[in-house]
């Protein structure tokens, strides 16, 4: 039996993770609205919304979600919350990979919080020792290269710079100077400006010059540069602003101070936590078995997996060889090799005994029963138990008959597998019949293919692989020719080893040809192909098995999904405006949603009206469907309509553009004629 254990696993789970956790016993009364019940929970429209607001803002449709999709998410959240009391029924829970599961989910969500609260939210530094910690590290993170902003003239000739020099020292205008002189045009849309130049460093558009630098950063402010000449042109600079400092200002370096104190402090606490939990339940580790440890060998014997690679006298944090094997059979490949490579497995040892203590360390401070995570872990759980259920009930039920592999292959038989006759030909192609007819004689006399391949070389006007082409498939094209009905049946007619009559193909060349080799039509076997067949059959066993559950479950449970309540009548300016701000996105199909609904709930002959013109706008312009826009155009022609106060403002345009949609009348053509005729007189 064929097992999918990936694809409708991650299917089934993906919208737990998203939106399932629903906090049965609520601390607050909820209530709002009921939107779902079965026995034993519901969802409120409050529980629902605060799912809906946790779904991160990349996996939200833009424009916001759609009362379509809210009811699809209200369903899905509530089969899910009765398939988990089906799973807890069946004791799901409590399975090994289950288990393995929350507490690896688990031992994440709680140590974020010990981490938090024990280290983060008790090192809280003053503005003092921030300064302090500045003042101590500021020579080994905040120094800095003496900077200079430049005015800068480039030419190719001597005289030309030393009359752009004379001028600047004589107070001219920088911009007139470097304007009538510079030959740098690129700097010259700039205004001649170079900024953050760094001592010793490049200078953009000049390089590393060692002179250039020793001047600009020997002279002031508003000091002017003599010429220097530097890679084949002469470079004028007028100092702009400096900054001789190096060090950078606390102001300009405060948030990375306070990161670097805080990411020192939190090590330190850490270490310091680490070390006291490590004596109170004497945590030691074998350093040498660690750098020695076969993963293989201690996966597979009871000696070997037993030696103790993290020792305690709290049983829990016992850490052997055997748990370390069978973590790293866990690990991706690449992950695995990496374990190798230096002093990689005493550090993973290492962080495992920090991590392991800490979270044995939270777990006595109770920590599991942490209000602010409770949904997170419950979520955990709910995940471990659905995936071990769908695992048993889903996955490992379904079967796949072999007389149904057998009626999917004789099904797809003739689409799928079959392999089709095909052809390979030794083709003679002339220029014209005369010459056609008496190679197809000298080719008859023939009596070894290097003759024939010689015919092809000296009289035929396709020499390539001697005029050999093939395979040439029923109903397919003709290298070198392309589709010619008439040449592929006279291939599929003449019998192996046989010549062809001359005929004219569709280029307009005269042929024949010899049939080299023909291939009958075949099929691939069942064998060759039952991998594909069992995995697409299995996985509508599968999809069958969980939508029979599916409904199972919603009658045991009696569940009970109140879809229309999340209908929601928002006001036709906030509907128009998600229709504009969907048409700025180009995400047209989310604003025609919203025309529609201005369509169907305000019909008062004045917003339905507009939003039918809008609809034909979008279709014409944007998705080029004519058909539509036409339609949605002729409906705005037909208001006003009896009993509403209709605007009509629209019908003009509505007429233009059936006139130009239907080709009735060519707009655009009509003003260009009669501009020409205009140009004329």
Known sequence: MVRITRSLVIVSVLSILVLAGCELSEKKKDKTQVLAQWDGGTITVKVFNDRLDQIPQFYRPRGGFTVEQKQKYLDDYSIEEIFYLEALSKGMENTESALEFYRQNAERVILDKYYQEQIKDKIKPTDAELMAFYEAHKDDFYKKSPT??????ETKTKENADKAYQELVAGRDFVEVMNEYSTNENLKKKGGLITNIRQGGYIPNIGRSEEMDSLIFAAEAEDVITPVEFNDAFHIVKISEKDMSTMRPYEEVEKDVKNRYMSEKEQALQKEIQDKLFNKYNISIDTLAVEEI??????????????????????????????????????????????HEGNAKVDFINAKASNNVMYHNAIKKGYE????????????????????????????????????VVKAYEADKEQ?????????????????????????????????????????QEYCIKINNDGMIGPIYEGGIIPGVGKDDRYLEKIFSVPEGSFSDVFEDVKGNWVFFKVVEFTPKSYRGIDDVRNELETNLMRKAQKDLFDTLRAEMRQKYNLVVYADRLEEKLPVDSLLTLAEESMTQKNYARAIYYYDKVIDEYQNGQDDYKAKFMKGFIYSEYLKNDTQAIEMFEEVL?????????DTTLHPSARYMLKALTGEEDILEKINKQSEQMNTN
Do not use: W
């Not at 200079?148 to 003239?153: K, N």
């Not at 010459?435 to 009596?447: G, I, M, N, R, S």
């Open 148 to 153: 200079a902003t430049l005015l800068y003239i």
């Open 294 to 339: 076969n993963f293989e060998e201690a996966d597979s014997s009871d000696t070997a997996g037993s030696i103790v690679l993290i020792a305690s006298s709290d049983p829990e944090l016992i850490y052997t060889a055997k748990d370390f094997a069978h973590e790293v059979s866990m690990f991706p490949m690449e992950r695995k090799q990496l374990l």
């Open 369 to 404: 029963n942490h209000p602010e995570i409770a949904d997170e872990l419950r979520r955990a759980k709910m995940i471990g138990a659905l995936r071990e259920y769908y695992k048993q009930f889903v996955v490992d039920a379904a079967v796949v008959p072999e007389e149904e």
């Open 416 to 456: 799928r597998y079959v392999n089709k006759p095909h052809v390979k030909v030794h083709e003679f192609a002339c220029e014209n019949q005369v010459t056609a007819d008496f190679v197809l004689f000298k080719a008859k006399e023939a009596q070894t293919d290097e003759e024939l391949n010689a015919l092809v």
């Open 638 to 646: 037909t208001y006003p309509r009896e009993g509403v106060a209709t």
